[in-house]
């Protein structure tokens, strides 16, 4: 129920205030993604807490560039479990997991 709230705020955010910022955040994914992917794939407090550090890094002292968001393991879902529909890919890094965004596959599939 509070997760829901949360992503409908983030929804909010990315389709109303975001349209003026477009293109200014320093990392990819963008920090409003990259909280996206945290509170649907973590708990609450993890997510919390990520998003507030990479809020904390999207200034100029900090370098920027590609942070993928860590979790601890993932969460399979079985409507995400269809033939040819993957939303991420969970890269294992030592005892968590990157998660990557997958981008829509315009060829065939054969």
């Not at 997760?3 to 955010?13: G, S, V």
């Not at 942070?67 to 030592?94: A, C, M, R």
Request: aromatic letters at 20%; charged letters at 15%; glycine letters at 4%.
């Amino acid at each position: 129920m509070i997760r829901k709230f949360f992503l409908k705020l983030l929804w909010l955010y990315r389709h109303s205030f975001s349209l003026v910022t477009r293109g200014s955040c320093r990392h990819y994914p963008s920090c409003s993604e990259y909280a996206l992917w945290q509170f649907e794939n973590n708990s609450l407090p993890t997510a919390f807490g990520a998003t507030f550090l990479r809020i904390c890094k999207c200034n100029q002292l900090f370098p920027g560039g590609i942070d993928y968001p860590l979790i601890n393991k993932p969460i399979l879902k079985p409507s995400n479990l269809t033939l040819f529909t993957v939303k991420y890919w969970f890269i294992p890094s030592k005892q968590k997991y990157f998660l990557i965004k997958n981008f829509k596959y315009k060829g065939s599939m054969c």
